[in-house]
């Protein structure tokens, strides 16, 4: 199964400090993706996904969503405001 994942973990982290300080934890020797993607020193990949971004997904304005949407896929650890700002455009 080499380069397959197996596992990977997608904590919401309520305030924006929690996700900073998460980000922050996995630290030295990650790998970073998109989207709030990482992968620790071990290998496990984890998305760390402030509230806010999330709750801009699930508008039911299809529009702001997938603005929301693609602001979150341009960026490694994900900024709520920078969505935000995104998604009221």
Known sequence: M????VCCIAPIARPRGE???LWAMLGEGR???TS??????????WQVVP????????DP???KSERA???????RQ???QAVVDTYKE
């Open 31 to 33: 790998e970073e993706g």
């Open 2 to 5: 080499a380069g397959h994942q």
């Open 51 to 58: 509230k806010t971004p999330t709750d801009l997904l699930s």
């Open 19 to 21: 996700a900073d300080e």
């Open 69 to 75: 949407t693609k602001a979150m896929r341009g960026m």
């Open 61 to 63: 304005d299809p529009v």
């Open 36 to 45: 709030g993607w990482l992968k620790d020193t071990f290998g496990l990949s």
């Open 78 to 80: 994900l900024v709520s």
